[in-house]
């Protein structure tokens, strides 16, 4: 199932895997550079001609991070933010994405063309909207606004994809529920779900990232310095007259990684969710 | 899909948001807890509620947090169950924007750092209180005048003449140079830009070492052509307001700067290089020249104590009067603020010496109180000149658009050292935009 | 910003309303569907609630004159607009919007694709090559941007101590010193981080491709070629589309490369029209202008789609869909 024409032999095999293998050689590089820099003294990272490898390694910098700034404290209001935003993402998305993969109603197409108007702008777009709104619902500066800034503008997302995956769910197994004695509700719970399994991870991890990874909106909505994500906390290496490269590299290795595990686990999933999801 | 139904469904939306806001305030909290609704931490037993206060600092290092935050914490301890003060703060590359989002919002802190050129842009609007009823007698003699008056300004809005912010951070430009560079090359500091061209051609040995450091990309493109500007006599506006940047004076300024880049005196391309980077280049050895504010002297003491420099006026064209570039972030109230008079109380309260002075030292500003000038610390070789210039120090005018014109001159900078337009083209083009906004 | 690839194909299946649907009045049929409006009713809300006002919001900017604390203070109709096609300026970050997106989105497209072949082969160590190839992608574009913006340091980048050393160079490259070579250097860099997603929605494509076809066409002895550009190729072609278009919408709004690289300088000659319209707002107050701006966005973007929507629902139409994939 995996692959179809794996037993390929001859030239062409070997030109499509060099190509990969520059592709990860130039993807990787500039994360490799990440951890050398990050591994620095603060004295080697202005040396000219600067080097591959640090001369003296600063393992040192990845525990003084932490002190610099209050990175513990960033961590834990990202996982808090883009927890709670995965959650309300989910929550509200699997049962749309349900209804638009198996049941017919007046305004579905609507419903269809309203999730792909939301990705059309640009959250810079709408930033200072958003504020204005979070302004007069008294929100700013908390959790919450956040959690659902995110989880309204990655929901779209998760529908569209879920969809798919709910669609080619052959429907007669559904029906078969619904024979048993099953509701519509149950066989969605105790069928639809469990057979989604793979797709619902990759959205939840999408959600999750595009919560994690965001810096304008958390930069617009937080004021207080103890309420900041990691992106935007680790903005603070980057300052008005000098940035400390060594510490920014270190904490955004900290803030990649992750996300990157995240990632990585899911990956199988990944695959199958986009064959699914509309990608046919 | 229609537009219109989608922004009346949008109001609706609206209303469901409310409602939302309401349930979640009761499940969630409001985040820290310090600003939310209705639960007054301070104070135990007594029948009021303390005022609550908002106040927005920017980071000039990552020190400043800590610094404001005792400030704050003092003050709270002091008035406990009367007024609770909650710091909050921004990089500084965002205050602008954060500024003016909240004030457009309704919901700007109660008393707020920022940028002194935007005094004319932020009371234009009613947004600045005039601090002229609240400053009096002794409390405003401890300042230098010269630093107060620049936030002196008469909004059109209003044609009335007003202090609208007080100074909480200000600095003098100063040439640092490399002295054993200088030595080698048997130079002294340069006083003129004959000089200076010299000075930059013959200390510099690429790719190790450039002559002097021009940051024509990032935030600081247009404070830097002031220095060329001011001291050939040019100015940005003339006494009409008109813009005269483009004048024989400011012409000659941006030719020279052209030609000292053309003729390998800086970096190679300096739209390339922002501040931030020019600043550590200078620091690590690889620029002989950098005319910036004290900071540098601490940044240099932490990071590269071995440099050998020394500091000096920026240089003057022959035949033109010296000016110093001056720069100073304020200190001022929101004019929709509640709660005004607790607002100025604490303001009064960390113009205290004793904060003033921390400040100033950890983050190597110059003093703006005449009590910190005088203290021992501001009188070291390295501080001296600049508390010294800060007297004749020139300041930008005020202009409603000053954000405008500053995106003006760095593009027309930009466009003089990218060879796109000549500097005079580049600079008429800017006079023609400054003058239509 | 968003990492997430927008969802811009709007999932379209045969069904919808059916004919079946028409023969009731609409009150009866939302009666009927009332459990689907229950189940749509959380995403709806949420989206109405957040996403809405701020688009209502950019809308009544673009056709007013705003102060510069984002106010709007006076009804101008469409002045914001002509005032914008007035500007040459405009038109030119324009131009360079459409360089940057067909660039960065074709060039991309042309290397994920022997990327995603190889991912489809076996062979061995290639579930690290997969797992290798999403970190870039895991990692935000702000982080990608800053790690860039230190390889591409004007003294300090590590590419320029490389080409020295292979005295490639005699002088440093300034990579964002001027308009062309920071193009080059942005151009890459958008593509690098184009590449994963890209390259997994094709592998995505590719393995929907059933298996039986290349055997029939082995049998037909078709090499590998040939089995590309009559079996792969067109099978894809769908999955292309949807790629493309993902890639289009999210290449057009992409903010931090531009942003944190050059910031659109020197001179605006590396602005694309968010990164532009964020400076008119937030650097020069003009909210007015740059809502206008946003709308064209919004504006060309739905073009866009609509346009690729038909194409791709006339293709299905003939037929030429290859039906649903089999799941495994």
């Given at each position: 199932m995996e692959t179809k024409h794996a037993d390929e032999r001859g030239p062409m095999r070997w030109i499509i895997l060099v190509s990969l293998g520059l592709v990860l050689v130039v993807s990787l590089f500039p994360f490799f550079y990440m951890a050398s820099t990050a591994l620095r003294p603060k004295a080697e990272i202005f040396h000219f001609p600067p080097t591959w490898l640090p001369q003296t390694w600063a393992w040192r910098n990845f525990v003084d991070v932490w002190t610099r700034v209050p990175l513990a404290r960033y961590l834990l209001n990202s996982v808090i933010i883009a927890g709670g935003s995965t959650l309300v993402n989910m929550l509200c998305g699997i049962p749309a994405a349900y209804v638009l993969a198996r049941m017919r109603f007046p305004g579905k197409q609507f419903v269809r063309h309203l999730l792909l108007v939301t990705q059309m702008f640009s959250p810079i777009v709408l930033i200072i909207g958003l504020f204005k709104l979070m302004v007069a619902a008294k929100l700013?500066?908390?959790y919450f606004s956040l959690i659902i800034t995110y989880a309204a503008l990655s929901v779209a997302f998760t529908v569209w994809f879920l969809a798919g995956y709910f669609e080619s769910i052959p429907e007669e197994i559904e029906e078969a529920a619904q024979i048993d004695g099953c509701s519509r509700l149950t066989a969605l719970t105790r069928v639809v779900l469990p057979m989604s399994a793979p797709a619902i991870i990759a959205a939840l991890v999408f959600a999750f990232i595009w919560a994690w990874n965001d810096f304008m909106i958390a930069l617009t909505f937080?004021?207080?310095?103890?309420?900041?994500p990691l992106s935007l906390g680790i903005y603070a290496f980057l300052g008005q007259y000098l940035i400390e490269w060594h510490y920014l590299m270190a904490a955004a290795l900290i803030t990649v990684v992750p996300v990157v595990i995240l990632f990585f686990s899911v990956e199988k999933y990944l695959v199958k969710g986009l064959t699914a999801g509309g990608i046919k | 899909m229609t537009v219109g139904g989608s922004v009346r469904k949008g109001l609706r939306g609206v209303m469901a948001l409310v409602l939302l806001a309401v349930m979640a305030a009761v499940v969630f909290g409001c985040g820290s807890g310090s600003k939310s609704a209705g639960t007054p931490q301070v104070g135990t037993g007594d029948s009021g509620k303390a005022v609550e206060l908002r106040f927005l600092f920017p980071e000039y290092s990552d020190k400043t947090k800590g610094l404001m935050q005792q400030v704050v914490d003092d003050f709270n301890t002091e008035n406990k169950g009367k007024v609770h003060v909650t710091l909050e703060t921004a990089p500084w590359d965002k205050l602008h924007d954060k500024l003016a989002v909240t004030m457009g919002g309704n919901q700007a802190a109660d008393v707020f750092g920022f940028a002194t050129r935007w005094v004319s842009e932020f009371s234009e609007l009613g947004q600045l209180e005039p601090l002229d009823s609240y400053l009096t007698g002794a409390f405003k003699d401890q300042f230098i005048s010269r630093l107060l008056e620049a936030s002196v300004y008469t909004p059109k809005a209003t044609g009335k003449q007003a202090t609208f912010g007080l100074p909480v951070a200000a600095s003098a430009r100063m040439l640092f140079y490399r002295k054993d560079l200088f030595d080698k090359a048997g130079l002294k500091a340069p006083t003129n830009w004959d000089e200076l061209l010299d000075a930059a051609k013959k200390t510099s040995a690429p790719p190790n070492v450039y002559g002097l450091g021009v940051p024509a990309s990032g935030i600081e493109v247009d404070t830097f052509f002031m220095y060329f500007l001011w001291n050939n006599g040019g100015d940005i506006l003339g006494p009409n307001g008109k813009a005269v940047i483009n004048n024989t004076q400011g012409v000659e300024a941006l030719d020279f700067l052209v030609k000292l880049v053309n003729e390998k005196g800086s970096e190679l391309k300096p739209t390339g290089f922002t501040r931030e980077q020019i600043i550590e280049m200078f620091k690590a050895g690889q620029l002989s020249m950098y005319p910036t504010g004290p900071w540098l002297n601490t940044m240099i003491q932490r990071d590269n104590p071995k440099l050998a420099y020394a500091v000096a006026p920026f240089p003057v064209n022959k035949g033109k009067t010296a000016a110093t570039v001056g720069v100073t972030d304020s200190l001022g109230l929101w004019a929709k603020g509640t709660h005004k008079q607790e607002a100025w109380k604490f303001v009064q309260f960390m113009y205290q010496d004793k904060y003033r002075q921390k400040f100033d030292e950890v983050e190597a500003m110059l003093p703006e109180k005449k009590g910190v000038a005088t203290s021992a610390a501001f009188s070291t070789p390295d501080l001296k000149p600049f508390v010294d210039a800060l007297n004749n120090a020139k300041f930008v005018p005020h202009h409603p658009k000053f954000e405008n014109i500053q995106q003006i001159i760095t593009v027309a900078v930009q466009k003089a050292l990218t060879g796109e337009s000549t500097p005079k083209q580049a600079l008429d083009e800017a006079a023609q935009k400054i003058d239509a906004l | 910003m968003s990492q997430v690839p927008a969802p811009g194909y709007p999932a379209s299946t045969g069904r919808g309303v059916g004919a079946q649907l028409n023969r009731d009045g609409l009150w009866a049929q939302v009666v009927r569907g009332r459990l689907a409006y229950l189940f749509l009713a959380p995403t709806l809300i949420l989206i109405f609630a957040v996403v809405f006002y701020p688009i209502f919001n950019t809308f009544v900017m673009s056709l007013s004159e705003v102060n510069a604390v984002a106010q709007p203070v006076r009804f101008v109709g469409l002045g914001n607009y002509t005032a914008l096609f007035r500007t040459p300026l405009f038109w030119r970050v324009l131009s360079q919007t459409a360089m940057w997106t067909g660039l960065v989105v074709s060039i991309t497209t042309v290397i994920s694709m022997p990327v995603a072949l190889a991912l489809n082969l076996k062979f061995p160590g290639r579930r690290i090559a997969r797992a290798m190839l999403i970190i870039p992608w895991a990692a935000s574009l702000m982080i990608n941007a800053i790690i860039w913006r230190w390889i591409l340091d004007?003294?300090?980048?590590i590419i320029n101590a490389l080409l020295f050393k292979l005295h490639l160079i005699q002088e440093p490259i300034i990579w964002t010193g001027e308009a062309t070579v920071a193009w080059v250097a942005i151009i890459s860099v958008g593509i690098l981080v184009s590449i994963p997603f890209t390259s997994f929605s094709l592998l995505a494509g590719l393995q929907s491709i059933p298996a039986e076809l290349y055997e029939a066409a082995r049998v037909d002895g078709a090499g590998f070629g040939t089995a590309f550009v009559h079996i792969t190729f067109p099978l894809m072609r769908q999955a292309l589309m949807v790629t493309t278009l993902m890639n289009v919408i999210y290449v057009f709004n992409s903010f931090p490369i531009i942003w944190v690289l050059t910031e659109g300088g020197p001179a605006y000659r590396t602005d694309i029209l968010i990164t532009y319209l964020y400076k008119e707002a937030f650097?020069?107050?003009?909210?007015g202008p740059a809502s206008a701006m946003a709308v064209i966005t919004f504006l060309l973007l739905l073009a866009f789609s609509l346009s690729f929507a038909k194409l791709t629902a006339e293709r299905e139409r003939k037929g030429e869909s290859s039906g649903n994939e089999a799941r495994g």
């Open positions: 700013i500066d908390s937080v004021s207080t310095p103890d309420m900041r | - | 004007g003294q300090y980048s650097r020069n107050g003009r909210f």
